[in-house]
């Protein structure tokens, strides 16, 4: 009999077939990033439309966007294992629940991250707001939204399984997640717009470092009380 998967290997395994998931069927991921898209133009085309305001704007408006979009994301995490009742035979499977909470939350980190990725050059044009500084700066960049993605991820992956078997569960999720991760929003977005717009400073590491304590925080305390949620879903 072989011997059962650890958890990291577990985690991984959620994660792939999560991704699979979204492989085979990529509207979910098209769908988020045209109702980020959207959002980002209105605010571009709404904004004052002088190069200095929209680069100070560009931050925000991106971040602002994968919030929105993350919410839809995050909702329909869960809609393979709700639809076929899966997630209990998952956890009995067995699965270690911190597995399924941390596969589920790098999967989720993965498609905002793509998201994100695919925004980039079109919010560079739309806001004037280059990112100076050569491929330093971008690899900052990179951190950045990988950090900020995953600081999404892991509150909206807790929440969403406690708000999937509600009526409503659409509205609920963004009333639980929105408050909690304001933090890690604005460290995104400030940072995000001080690549951008220049970083006289230095303050981007600081803004970086606080966004991720936030996730190690989530990333932490939602796995560890994961398996009493889903024992009780």
Do not use: C
């Not at 560009?58 to 995490?77: F, M, N, P, V």
């Not at 905002?112 to 004037?128: D, F, K, M």
């Amino acid at each position: 009999m072989s011997a059962r998967p650890g958890v990291i290997r577990q985690a991984l395994m959620v994660a792939q077939k999560d991704l699979l998931i979204e492989v085979r069927s990529p509207s979910r991921v098209v769908g988020l990033f045209f109702f980020a898209l959207a959002l980002v133009v209105l605010i571009a085309f709404t904004a004052d439309a002088s190069p200095g305001v929209l680069r100070k704007t560009a931050g925000g408006a991106l971040w602002l966007g994968l919030l929105l979009a993350s919410t839809r994301a995050l909702d329909l995490s869960y809609a393979v294992e709700t639809d076929n009742d899966a997630l209990s035979g998952l956890v009995l499977w067995p699965v270690h629940p911190a597995a399924v909470f941390y596969g589920k939350a790098i999967a989720n980190t993965a498609v905002l991250a793509l998201v994100g990725t695919l925004l980039t050059p079109l919010v560079v044009a739309l806001y004037s707001a280059p990112i100076p500084g050569g491929w330093p700066a971008w690899g900052q960049y990179a951190v950045i939204l990988g950090l900020g993605s995953a600081a999404l991820a892991a509150p909206g992956t807790f929440y969403a399984l406690l708000t999937t078997r509600a009526r409503a569960s659409s509205v609920m999720l963004p009333l639980l997640m929105f408050p909690l991760v304001v933090p890690a929003l604005l460290s995104a977005s400030r940072a995000t717009t001080l690549l951008m717009d220049g970083d006289g400073m230095g303050e981007v590491p600081g803004w970086v470092s606080l966004l991720l304590a936030f996730g190690l925080l989530h990333w932490s305390l939602e796995g560890l009380f994961y398996g009493s949620i889903v024992e009780d879903s």
